[in-house]
């Protein structure tokens, strides 16, 4: 056999792509499941049809949404100083999203999640550094269903400073939500969050989400436009024909979105998986590797920030699967140059919780980081004078330079030599557990926040 060195996707088989989605949007078209999205469409010239809440998408109307999508998004934090600028120049991990279980950490048992999981989760995601997004990892399933959304954000904005993001079910939620942001702001709102937002593959869009999603990108808040189509089931078995079906999905999202509110921050999600044949189940695999690499291709192509996979698993424990799933998928996101990589935390294709993966992934990012990072060939970092300087046969021990490069930028070996990797996981876990507290919130947002919880709970029945 030989090994190709090919690119994932050549020019010429995405600007095939291109033209099969611009076709197939036009002709095919997309149901959007809502008039809400219908009457913005019709007002760009697009035909609809209000009773099957379908729509098609002219070529020219999806170009012109194209080009006004920016390239660089800005991701606001609570906190301005931890900001994340999404602009092809480094790479930006977030948690996971959405798990149902969590491992008990007094037990060693998967239960379905609670409110203090998520909490805990939270308040990981604001201590550990190589988390630059915080994704809601886990549901609140405690929580009644009707207010458990707007639980997950008043949550989200008191446990951290840094960017949140997650999913909103409907657009009842919006106001509340929005509330939620400027009372943990101490007033004003600005979008610290972002949202998942999901397609129904095939060729659909879910109509609650979409109302929800229009209100939300009025607001100036960034999509994450994310389908999570199924090789196989909901998607062509080719790995061809389900990246093509995702980036229609996906351009069906961003036209509808830059109609609402040209400029509308867009994040280019690579979400699409194929099935276990065999079993039926969503594991990971080679396959969905490769389709994903070329969906980020495709977002490059449209000039978009890119999330990519990595860190994912599909053990249920810190194993040598894990081990070799999560540093593959980080590694090849890294050389793929993702803006995101997603995500962190979550064991079993994502649907357990473990603040130990956690910890463990946020060393493992930290590692591909500094292996991958830029080799610097300045005269600083060169060193021919020092090369100079100790001449044939000598060492660098005694140089001031050396002393100086390794206190500035060299990064320890971890775990450090004869050090046990999992009881030093275990440990970091207890110390962010005892000591980590959630950065203040302005005078008075605390009772605010449950407030407007409080009144959602009432109104959201």
């Known amino acids: 056999m030989t090994l190709s060195l090919q690119p994932v996707l050549t020019r010429a088989a995405v600007e095939r792509i291109h033209e099969c989605s611009l076709d197939l949007l036009e002709r095919v078209g997309i149901v959007y499941n809502t008039p809400r999205a219908l009457e913005v469409l019709e007002r760009a010239g697009c035909p609809v049809d209000y009773e099957r809440l379908w729509a098609a998408l002219p070529r020219e109307v999806v170009e012109w949404a194209l080009t006004q999508a920016p390239r660089v998004v800005r991701l606001c934090a609570r906190d301005p100083a931890r900001d994340v600028v999404l602009d092809g120049r480094r790479c930006h991990h977030t948690v996971s999203s959405q798990a149902a279980r969590a491992v008990d950490m007094d037990t060693g048992e998967v239960r379905p999640s609670t409110a203090e999981d998520l909490r805990r989760g939270l308040l990981f995601g604001d201590a550990l550094d190589m988390i630059h997004i915080v994704n809601v990892m886990v549901a609140a399933t405690d929580v009644p269903a009707h207010v458990r959304t707007v639980r997950h954000f008043a949550l989200a904005f008191t446990q951290t400073s840094k960017h949140v993001r997650t999913g909103v079910l409907h657009v009842g939620q919006v106001p509340f939500i929005v509330e939620l942001?400027?009372?943990?702001?101490?007033?004003?709102?600005?979008?610290?969050?972002?949202?998942?937002?999901?397609?129904?593959?095939?060729?659909?869009?879910?109509?609650?989400?979409?109302?929800?999603?229009?209100?939300?990108?009025?607001?100036?808040?960034?999509?994450?436009?994310?389908?999570?189509?199924?090789?196989?089931?909901?998607?062509?078995?080719?790995?061809?024909?389900?990246?093509?079906?995702?980036?229609?999905e996906v351009l069906s999202g961003l036209t509808l979105f830059q109609l609402v509110r040209p400029g509308a921050p867009i994040v280019y999600g690579t979400g699409a998986s194929q099935m276990d044949m065999f079993t039926g189940s969503l594991r990971g695999s080679a396959n969905g590797d490769g389709m994903r690499l070329?969906?980020?291709?495709?977002?490059?192509?449209?000039?978009?920030?890119?999330?990519?996979?990595?860190?994912?698993?599909?053990?249920?424990?810190?194993?040598?699967?894990?081990?070799?799933?999560?540093?593959?998928?980080?590694?090849?996101?890294?050389?793929?140059?993702?803006?995101?990589?997603?995500?962190?935390?979550?064991?079993?294709?994502?649907?357990?919780?473990?603040?130990?993966?956690?910890?463990?992934?946020?060393?493992?990012?930290?590692?591909?980081?500094?292996?991958?990072?830029?080799?610097?060939?300045?005269?600083?970092?060169?060193?021919?004078?020092?090369?100079?300087?100790?001449?044939?046969?000598?060492?660098?021990?005694?140089?001031?330079?050396?002393?100086?490069?390794?206190?500035?930028?060299?990064?320890?070996?971890w775990p450090p030599a004869g050090k046990d990797m999992l009881e030093l996981v275990r440990e970091e876990v207890q110390q962010i557990l005892h000591s980590h507290e959630p950065p203040p919130l302005p005078d008075g947002a605390a009772a605010r926040i449950e407030a407007i919880v409080a009144r959602a709970e009432r109104e959201l029945r």
């Open 181 to 248: 942001a400027a009372a943990a702001l101490g007033g004003g709102f600005r979008p610290i969050l972002s949202v998942v937002y999901c397609p129904v593959s095939p060729l659909m869009h879910d109509g609650a989400n979409t109302e929800a999603a229009i209100e939300l990108v009025r607001s100036g808040v960034p999509m994450l436009v994310y389908p999570m189509s199924l090789a196989g089931a909901t998607a062509p078995v080719t790995p061809a024909g389900s990246i093509l079906q995702y980036n229609i």
């Open 294 to 413: 070329a969906l980020a291709e495709m977002g490059r192509f449209y000039n978009l920030p890119v999330n990519l996979g990595g860190l994912g698993t599909s053990s249920r424990r810190l194993d040598a699967l894990y081990a070799y799933q999560a540093t593959t998928t980080c590694l090849l996101s890294h050389l793929a140059r993702a803006d995101e990589i997603y995500s962190m935390g979550l064991l079993d294709s994502a649907q357990i919780l473990s603040l130990e993966k956690m910890v463990l992934d946020n060393h493992l990012a930290r590692e591909i980081e500094t292996m991958v990072r830029p080799v610097l060939v300045d005269e600083e970092h060169l060193q021919t004078d020092v090369i100079e300087r100790v001449g044939i046969g000598g060492h660098y021990l005694s140089q001031p330079e050396t002393r100086a490069f390794t206190r500035r930028e060299y990064t320890p070996v």
